[in-house]
């Protein structure tokens, strides 16, 4: 059964975990503050691509602004933290203390309100059949920002500013470990096997006696828990939460996450969220060094928005040439819950 | 014997097209029934109409003393009727024990949270579910395709892995929409073997759709043919077989014995 499964992925977090903190010690110094950030920023891909992998390919729904399930998150667990309780940030060398477990708790109510708004959205849109969902999490993710830069009291347009940086290396890899090990559960379970039929065929599934509605919403609040998470890590990790954080290119990057992985692979969520955050951010960079054109009186100059187009054209590309994602269906070991007997 | 299944009055239009009137029938506990007719003289609708997918526009359907007229599919499947599609619906994706272990899925007693956890209930339960599915697997002789995802088998397997995942929801009336679709003449006799033991072991009623006469006359204890909606004529397969109206309509005139 499962008995050398959970320890073998702790092992390997705890591996990856040991190996990034030693070598961005100050006396090591090998990944600087820069590249910390980097790879901090993949983790919370990892959350926000791989809960949106389970209701794109593990439910077979098609939502489009888990942004938006990010952006509850990261402002709700932001104004508790910076407008409510005025938390000072922490010392960079303490590992615990109670403002960091009190910060702990705001990215999970952070969730839970996320998993609130996803019910009020999944319920209506989840019963029907077909793309409604794809429309109406489309348009939540434009409305959601809307309000968010309506709102003085958490900055409106200025988006909410002076959040303290508590999102450590440590506990982002604890967050990551928690949703992938949840995730992982619920495949392997009765419930998650209710919401793998529905991807394969809704009406089968239904008349093997799976209360699909209840399985789509289930699935997608559990997805909108999770972004929250993810939402809440990064207000924390970039010190503010601004409404075009969370507006529909991000939301369409974490979707071409999920496609370039692969449908249904919490794996190929993982890598595609390393790959992809680190090649924006290569590109960010490379950007730079590209001279500025000029073409007669016009002048071209690439700028950083041009790594969108990449993405674009990334995507085109795996719909031609591989459809299936980096990892199709299959998923790594760690993530296998083996039930042979 | 008690009336299992009862239709009553039964009428289904897609517009202004009448694919079902005024059907009314009875199906005793423990028979094998057979549903037989033209194309398109609307059995599969008469399925869907008795497993919930349409709501009829008259009449009552009563299963087991109960009215069921108008339920959710998924609440009916829990009440004891299953069924299996004329065109396979496969979960293709996933393994053979997994198709059969959804099936099992609604009589789990694990909640979200002890399954996430793993808790050793949860875990005792899992067992549990596991071994009935094998059993079933083995029932069909699937055993050595267990493993394997469900679209790489060859047809005539997944027709068994269908009525298997019926058979896992613990129904007390199975639907069988041409069962025997595809099939080459020995795995249909091994068919109507298995249809017997679905009867005889796990007292089980069975209501089929069928073309083939073959299979009919040999397994099915009542028959009933329809013809656009209406029914021609109703009882012992034997005697069915020869009712002129019969011939004409579905048999086609002569062609009896085909």
Request: charged residues 25%.
């Given at each position: 059964m499962d008995k050398f499964n959970l320890p073998r992925l702790l092992i390997t977090t705890v591996a990856f975990w040991l190996i990034v903190t030693l070598l961005s010690l100050d006396s090591v110094n090998i990944l600087n503050g820069y590249v910390l950030v980097v790879i901090e920023r993949c983790l919370i891909f990892v959350i926000l691509a791989s809960s949106l992998n389970l209701v794109n390919g593990i439910i077979g729904q098609f939502s489009m602004g888990h942004m938006g399930f990010a952006a509850v998150g990261a402002y709700v667990s932001g104004t508790i933290t910076t407008l409510w309780l005025k938390l000072p940030p922490p010392d960079p060398g303490v590992w615990i203390s109670f403002p960091i477990l009190i910060f702990m708790g705001a990215i999970i109510v952070g969730g839970v309100f996320a998993a609130g708004v996803g019910l009020l959205i999944g319920f209506p849109s989840l019963r029907l059949k077909g793309d409604y969902l794809a429309i109406v999490t489309l348009g939540f993710g434009e409305i959601i920002r809307t309000i968010l830069n309506n709102i003085d009291y958490v900055g409106g347009p200025r988006g909410l500013l002076g959040i303290p940086k508590f999102s450590s290396f440590t506990i982002i890899c604890l967050f990551a470990l928690l949703v992938i090990v949840l995730l992982r559960n619920l495949v392997h379970c009765s419930h998650g096997r209710a919401m793998l039929s529905i991807r394969e065929n809704e009406l089968a599934s239904e008349l093997c006696g799976v209360d699909t509605t209840r399985y789509k919403v289930m699935g997608f609040v559990i997805g909108a828990f999770c972004a929250g998470i993810g939402g809440g890590l990064l207000a924390h990790l970039l010190t503010l939460a601004h409404p075009t954080q969370f507006g529909f290119m991000p939301s369409a990057l974490v979707l071409i996450m999920v496609y370039a992985g692969g449908m249904g692979s919490i794996t190929g969520s993982i890598v595609a969220a390393f790959t992809l955050t680190i090649l924006s951010e290569g590109l960010r960079s490379a950007i730079d060094y590209i001279p500025v054109f000029k073409i007669g009186a016009m002048t071209i100059r690439i700028g950083t928005e041009w790594v969108m187009v990449v993405y674009a054209v990334l995507l085109i590309l795996i719909m031609l040439y591989r459809t299936e994602g980096i990892m199709g269906m299959r998923e790594a070991k760690l993530l296998i819950i083996e039930d042979k007997q | 014997?008690?009336?299992?299944?009862?239709?009553?009055?039964?009428?289904?239009?897609?517009?202004?097209?009448?694919?079902?009137?005024?059907?009314?029938?009875?199906?005793?506990?423990?028979?094998?029934?057979?549903?037989?007719?033209?194309?398109?003289?609307?059995?599969?609708?008469?399925?869907?109409?008795?497993?919930?997918?349409?709501?009829?526009?008259?009449?009552?359907?009563?299963?087991?003393?109960?009215?069921?007229?108008?339920?959710?599919?998924?609440?009916?499947?829990?009440?004891?009727?299953?069924?299996?599609?004329?065109?396979?619906?496969?979960?293709?994706?996933?393994?053979?024990?997994?198709?059969?272990?959804?099936?099992?899925?609604?009589?789990?007693?694990?909640?979200?949270?002890?399954?996430?956890?793993?808790?050793?209930?949860?875990?005792?339960?899992?067992r549990e579910v596991r071994e009935e599915a094998?059993?079933?697997?083995?029932?069909?002789?699937?055993?050595?395709?267990?493993?394997?995802?469900?679209?790489?088998?060859?047809?005539?397997?997944?027709?068994?892995?269908?009525?298997?995942?019926?058979?896992?929801?613990?129904?007390?009336?199975?639907?069988?929409?041409?069962?025997?679709?595809?099939?080459?003449?020995?795995?249909?006799?091994?068919?109507?073997?298995?249809?017997?033991?679905?009867?005889?072991?796990?007292?089980?009623?069975v209501l089929l759709i069928e073309h083939h006469m073959k299979l009919v006359m040999n397994v099915c204890e009542r028959v009933k043919v329809i013809d656009f909606g209406e029914t021609i004529a109703e009882g012992d397969p034997r005697i069915v077989a020869n009712d002129p109206k019969v011939l004409e309509a579905y048999l086609g005139r002569g062609g009896a014995g085909c």
């Open positions: - | 014997m008690s009336k299992l299944l009862s239709v009553q009055g039964m009428s289904h239009y897609f517009g202004g097209l009448k694919a079902v009137s005024d059907f009314t029938f009875d199906v005793p506990e423990g028979v094998i029934y057979g549903l037989i007719g033209p194309n398109g003289s609307g059995k599969t609708t008469t399925f869907n109409l008795i497993t919930g997918i349409y709501t009829p526009t008259q009449g009552r359907i009563y299963f087991d003393g109960k009215e069921i007229t108008g339920r959710k599919p998924f609440r009916i499947v829990q009440g004891g009727i299953a069924r299996t599609f004329q065109n396979l619906r496969i979960f293709g994706n996933l393994t053979v024990l997994d198709n059969i272990r959804v099936a099992r899925h609604y009589s789990v007693k694990s909640g979200l949270f002890s399954s996430l956890c793993r808790l050793p209930r949860f875990k005792q339960e899992e094998m059993r079933l697997i083995r029932l069909m002789n699937l055993e050595t395709r267990a493993h394997d995802q469900a679209k790489n088998l060859p047809y005539g397997d997944l027709r068994r892995l269908e009525i298997a995942r019926a058979m896992a929801t613990k129904p007390r009336l199975v639907l069988l929409d041409e069962p025997a679709a595809g099939m080459n003449p020995r795995e249909t006799e091994n068919l109507m073997a298995l249809i017997r033991r679905v009867r005889d072991e796990f007292k089980i009623t």
